[in-house]
């Protein structure tokens, strides 16, 4: 079995091994593939700001009707998790987020013959900065960057 990373965003949808994960991607949103192979492989998800600030909210996409887990400090030294099916449902302070999607390759279809592909956002920054995922009243999920500065 290989592994291939074959994630891209087409037609502004973040897709993955051929499954629309996020849609309605904006054009400020880069996609860097990564350097691994096999189950290294995969991307980081960038984004480009026309201004420097210590605070950077930047959509990502829109995500909906996918079941998603994900991680989110509630309290300053505790986290628990939250599950729910779309953008608005990603509390605040979100540190790790997994998307299932099955079936055919808009991602809402329940075809059994199709495998289930499991996608990953772990939000990471280099330097003084912060960085976490949240959820919006318009389904989007956010990236949220902040340096305190």
């Known amino acids: 079995m290989t592994v291939t990373a074959q994630i891209s965003i087409n ?4 897709v993955v091994h051929g499954k ?8 400020n ?3 860097t593939p990564g350097t691994g192979v096999g189950l290294l492989a995969g991307a980081f998800i960038g984004a480009t700001a026309a201004h420097n600030k210590s605070l950077h909210i930047f959509p990502i ?3 909906e009707d996918l079941r998603f887990m994900c991680c989110f400090r509630f309290k300053l ?13 990603v509390p605040l ?7 299932e999607s099955k079936g055919g390759g808009d991602g ?21 900065f912060r960085s976490v995922l949240q959820g919006n009243e318009r389904n989007e999920v956010e990236v949220c960057l902040e340096s305190g500065e």
């Open 108 to 128: 809402g279809e329940d075809d059994e013959s199709s495998p289930i592909i499991y996608t990953v956002f772990l939000p990471l920054l280099e330097g003084p």
């Open 77 to 89: 030294w505790w986290m628990t998790q939250r599950m729910g099916t779309c953008g608005k449902d």
């Open 11 to 14: 037609d502004g949808n973040l």
């Open 61 to 63: 996409g829109v995500l």
């Open 29 to 31: 949103i880069v996609l």
């Open 20 to 27: 629309t994960i996020l849609t309605g991607v904006p054009d």
């Open 93 to 99: 302070e979100t540190q790790f987020m997994v998307v």
